[in-house]
């Protein structure tokens, strides 16, 4: 997202360097929510839609579309939520009686809750990638940072050395964005460490989102459920048979300081448990015995961005600079959050008269001419949530006994 819209400000002279396969993140993430703002009301999310709205427009449905959606809230989230869609003119509907798709399943409203009907969406987050970046293709280089050189003298990044399969390069950029993901931990405590910097660092966490999969003829059921602790996404497996995607979100606590990449994250019990049983509340005539159901389960591993207020779970986006004149690293909250701290950053710049920004390099960087290896498409593997073993309710149970009763 920044490449491009450096891209658009005129900066040509850039490069992008991946370390893994590209999409290589989607393979654990695919619960799938274009999130227009609704659910969490954070101001990046509801700028970044308009953006989002139009990107859709254009690339249509092969890298997200709107779908309904439903909210059910209890009093005191519902008005807050009412309130921040009516001042940002978000459209929505209040609904008295439960659909009947939703009743079929045994859904009731307490009295203190609320329904509504809101339109969110779906997205392919591969599909997002490849679009973005087909343009940039000979500016986009497979390779690993292994390292950021610091000056000390000049308050500056001097060098990055990254390797590639062709060998250790260093090279040389006027300005650098770290936009690694769970890498950025590593190399800004690498920084702040081997070159002792006046400014500490704050450390990123990591959340693990449990993810349980069904995959049946069940309903629609793309929504989210705060007062149950659930949301709920509708994905499609590589046959394009509907998965439901059922993520318990209620008091999740930061577990880690970083998952590093390759990391095989251990199934938790516990969370699959209290997946089963918020679902079977919501939806007490849902049978998952009834044979016409499979299931699956991954972790997934949300990064939280780091907060001086400690209020992590409802960041925005991070953005530092560890106090070095040009250099900056950041953390958007969600992925479609990538758009507003885009902008943000370039707007940090434009309005300091960044002269990169203001007179950018009138040739582009091309990886091709300076014998570096270009990053390819997007590995078929990482397309879908593959990798996965389905299994049918009894043998389910057999493998998370906790769940036997339910």
Request: hydrophobic fraction near 35%; proline fraction near 4%.
């Amino acid at each position: 997202m920044l490449l491009n819209l450096l891209k658009k400000a005129g900066v040509q002279s850039l490069v992008l360097v991946t370390d893994q396969a590209l999409g290589e993140g989607e393979s654990n993430h695919t619960h799938g929510y274009y999130n227009r703002g609704y659910f969490n009301s954070l101001a990046s999310t509801i700028e970044s839609s308009h953006w989002w709205d139009e990107f859709f427009k254009q690339h249509h449905e092969k890298c997200g579309k709107k779908d309904n959606a439903y909210v059910i809230a209890n009093e005191s989230d519902a008005q807050q939520l009412e309130s921040i869609w009516q001042t940002k003119s978000l459209p929505y509907q209040c609904l008295e009686k439960v659909p009947a798709n939703l009743k079929g399943l045994g859904c009731k409203l307490t009295p203190q809750q609320r329904l509504f009907s809101v339109q969110e969406g779906t997205i392919n987050g591969c599909a997002i990638i490849t679009v973005l970046s087909q343009p940039h293709r000979k500016q986009i280089v497979h390779a690993r940072v292994q390292k950021l050189i610091y000056c000390e003298e000049k308050n500056t990044i001097k060098q990055a050395e990254i390797k590639t399969s062709k060998g250790i390069f260093l090279f040389k950029s006027k300005h650098y964005f770290l936009c690694a993901g769970r890498n950025n931990q590593l190399l800004t405590a690498m920084l702040a460490q081997t070159y002792h910097l006046r400014k500490s660092l704050i450390l990123n966490t990591v959340r693990f989102i449990p993810m349980l999969l069904l995959k049946g003829k069940s309903p629609p059921l793309t929504g989210v459920y705060l007062s149950y602790g659930l949301t709920m996404a509708t994905s499609h497996d590589e046959a394009e048979e509907p998965v439901t995607i059922i993520s318990y979100i209620r008091n999740l606590g930061s577990t880690h300081a970083h998952v590093a990449l390759g990391e095989e994250i251990t199934d938790d019990a516990q969370l699959i448990y209290q997946c089963i049983t918020q679902f079977k509340k919501l939806f007490p005539q849902f049978k998952f015995d009834s044979g016409d159901y499979q299931l699956a389960y991954f972790t997934g591993p949300k990064i939280d961005s780091p907060a001086e207020n400690n209020n992590i779970m409802n960041n925005d986006c991070y953005m530092d600079d560890l106090g070095i004149d040009n250099f900056d690293f950041i953390w958007p909250g969600l992925f479609t959050n990538s758009y507003y701290a885009a902008t943000e950053l370039i707007k940090k710049y434009r309005a300091a008269g960044a002269s990169w920004l203001v007179k950018p390099a009138k040739t582009s960087f091309n990886a091709t001419s300076e014998q570096l290896p270009l990053q390819q498409e997007i590995a078929k593997e990482y397309r879908s949530p593959g990798k996965l073993t389905w299994y049918n309710w009894d043998d389910f149970c057999k493998k998370y006994p906790i769940l036997l009763g339910k």
